[in-house]
């Protein structure tokens, strides 16, 4: 089994720093070769966005966004990467992002998406010529697309209004109406109706077929149904086989989709109204469907608990010659994540959570296919691996990043990995970036594995105050990856030990792992945050007396139960948190998640509400908290900030809240981030330095 370590990705540049430093054997100059990392240096970063190899792996395409802080915006444009020669040619430069690249069959053009008119269209660019093109004039705009293998049609996503019934001339008209009308009321009668940080208000998206040659676009689901259904993580709910002629979406067709995540592959023809679903016996999650490249299977996700968001995603086969579904990961204990087929259908490349890590894996579809042996192998044990596309050479090129470093693109090609992208490394080379362990220490029953992050210029004979960071989900996790919205050395840059845990309902440690958490809120995961915080109170260069704690959405949550629980901190950070979760129950969107985590709605399961309400602790409150929240978050309703916020003043606790109006759950605005960020820092320099 291959086990590559990419140790290039989590220590470079910094190791070479450091052995700069031990050469001159003089710490000054050292001071001087390199300085901490803050806020202007992260909003000089440039972030990597979609990439798309060629045919003929001759050229990488990349999305690349540069933050425009006075315009309080991020602007991308488009790269060509040689593979040959590693030369780089910007092929755009406009005032408009450009977005989403994806190569034509015969590598001479790139078809992206950018803004004209007013609305976003695709676009194409002949990378010898450079002279550019538009493909679309679809009037609704176009928000998502895939480009069929054959370079024929292509499958867009646009928002319609749904009593249309996929007239576009109607849709078009009514959001000319609804601009001008100065009525901006809301009218529903039915849930979901709103969702993350929108309202739906008689709007879904809808996914379209679109041939070039005849540019006539057909609604492939004319119904009141969103097609693809939202998904947090932005995947492709849909495809189209090499030949152009069959095509995968996903939809959700139950009643009530507040209470529902019962998503299903459905199989069609291009311009046919039949349709086939395939995972119509599952009542769980099926999505993210990929054809093989010679359209004999499709491979896709599937949860098999109904209304359980958090169930193990596993790896599904769908033979279509015999009609037969294959579970490829049925003794696989973690999650499958993206899911990239091989250029001969041979092998399937598949991504995991694993352990605060994104390792790939790989099947052999053949083997399996001929003696029935599911024959697994890791190919490449990492941190943040996304992005994957495979070479006719069986060559992996995939996005990475790390706690230590922001995305660049890699490349794997049997026995070695390499990296192909330079944009960060001048800037990099001039920061101190705080060396990261990854620990373990014991929980109440089993071992807790976390990240530690130490300051710049550490010396264990210093004892550093320590900043506590709590993630969300609670089923999600803290990863050995690189984040602009908490980013674990911008905390350590102003001299704080961070320690970022991952205790029960942490994704990457077992599906029991994850399982233990639901209905069980402030119990265990609360005293296996505690050993944490024994343990790092036990480490010779933390000040016990001097530690803070912050977290958001379930970490939130967390810092509210802290705050009822115990003295420990000198200083609370609670964001877009939940503290009545009675309340919660009645203002969030995604029932499915409340009544799976507490077995109910609160009036059948009141009890287990109630005993899990930070709310019914307030009397035991008394620790500083700073308490943020966004206006137009969703998920944790804006009256949950408000409530703790009354509560800590009645009190008389030291606290403040910080609101943004234009937020959702998270702090997205590069203004706003600036302001999270200082506020943040601020609160626990004045309490812990």
Not at 468 to 480: A, K, M, N
């Amino acid at each position: 089994m291959l086990n590559i370590k990419m140790a290039d990705i989590k220590k470079e540049p910094n190791m070479l720093k450091k052995i700069h430093c031990i050469v001159i054997f003089i710490l000054f100059p050292c001071l001087l070769f390199s300085k901490p990392i803050d806020f202007e240096d992260l909003s000089k970063m440039k972030r990597l966005g979609d990439f798309s190899l060629s045919h003929n792996e001759k050229y990488i395409v990349y999305s690349l966004s540069e933050v425009l802080f006075d315009e309080n915006r991020s602007n991308s444009d488009l790269y060509l990467l040689s593979l040959n020669n590693g030369n780089v040619t910007r092929l755009t430069e406009t005032y408009k992002s450009e977005s989403s690249p994806q190569w034509s069959d015969d590598d001479n053009y790139v078809y992206y998406l950018t803004e004209y008119d007013n609305k976003t269209q695709i676009f194409r660019i002949n990378i010898i010529s450079m002279n550019r093109e538009r493909v679309t004039d679809f009037p609704l705009g176009v928000e998502s697309f895939y480009l069929s293998k054959d370079g024929k049609s292509i499958l867009l996503t646009s928002t319609i209004f749904v009593d249309c019934k996929g007239d576009i001339e109607c849709s078009q008209n009514k959001f000319r109406e609804e601009e001008k009308s100065r009525v901006k009321a809301q009218i529903v009668d039915k849930l979901l109706y709103r969702h993350w940080d929108k309202w739906y208000n008689g709007k879904y998206t809808h996914l379209f077929y679109y041939n070039i040659g005849t540019n006539n676009y057909y609604d492939l689901s004319p119904t009141d149904l969103e097609v693809p259904p939202f998904s947090l993580g932005g995947e492709r709910d849909f495809d189209i086989t090499s030949d152009g002629k069959e095509i995968a979406f996903v939809v959700n067709r139950d009643k009530n989709l507040s209470t529902s995540t019962n998503k299903d592959v459905v199989l069609t023809r291009a311009n046919s109204q039949a349709q086939f679903t395939l995972t119509l016996n599952n009542k769980g999650y099926d999505g993210y469907p990929r054809y093989s490249p010679d359209g004999k299977y499709l491979a896709y996700r599937s949860q098999f608990t109904p209304n359980f968001e958090s169930d193990r995603f596993r790896l599904i086969l769908y033979d279509k010659f015999n009609n037969k579904l294959h579970d490829l990961t049925a003794n696989f204990d973690n999650w499958v994540e993206e899911v990239v087929w091989s250029k001969d259908s041979k092998y399937i490349y598949f991504t995991v959570d694993e352990k605060g890590y994104t390792p790939l894996y790989r099947i052999n579809i053949s083997d399996f296919v001929k003696n029935g042996k599911i024959n697994r192998k890791k190919i490449i044990d990492s941190h943040s691996i996304y992005n994957i596309s495979v070479s006719e050479k069986n060559n992996i090129y995939f996005a990475a990043s790390s706690l230590t470093r922001p995305a660049d693109i890699y490349v794997y090609n049997g026995e070695n990995i390499k990296k192909l992208t330079t944009y960060n490394d001048a800037l990099l080379n001039e920061l101190d970036l705080g060396d990261v362990e990854n620990i373990q220490y014991e929980g109440v029953d089993r071992p807790i594995q976390a990240f530690i992050v130490k300051p710049p210029y550490f010396n264990n004979g210093t004892k550093y105050p320590f900043l506590y960071l709590i993630h969300g989900g609670p089923q999600s996790v803290w990863s050995d990856s690189w984040s602009y919205r908490w980013n674990a050395q911008l905390f350590a840059s102003r001299g704080y030990v961070v320690m970022m845990p991952n205790p029960t309902g942490s994704v990457g440690f077992g599906q029991s792992f994850i399982n233990d958490v639901s209905g069980n809120w402030g119990g265990r995961v609360y005293e296996e945050l505690m050993k944490g915080v024994d343990f790092a109170s036990s480490l010779t260069y933390v000040d016990s007396n001097k530690m803070g704690a912050a977290g958001a959405s379930f970490g939130g949550y967390m810092i509210n139960w802290i705050e009822g629980h115990t003295y420990r901190f000198k200083a609370l950070v609670s964001h877009d948190g939940v503290f009545n979760i009675v309340s919660f129950m009645g203002s969030t969107e995604e029932l499915w998640f409340p009544f799976w985590d507490f077995g109910g709605p609160y009036w059948e399961k009141r009890d287990i509400y109630e005993k899990w309400s930070p709310h019914n602790y307030v009397d035991n409150f008394a620790t500083p908290c700073l308490v943020i929240h966004g206006g137009f978050d969703y998920r944790v309703d804006l009256s949950e900030g408000l409530q703790l916020f009354t509560a800590l003043q009645q009190k008389e606790i030291p606290s403040k809240f910080l609101f943004f109006p234009d937020e959702g759950h998270w702090v997205l605005k590069h203004q706003n981030s600036k302001l999270w960020y200082n506020t943040i820092l601020d609160w626990f320099d004045s309490y812990l330095k």
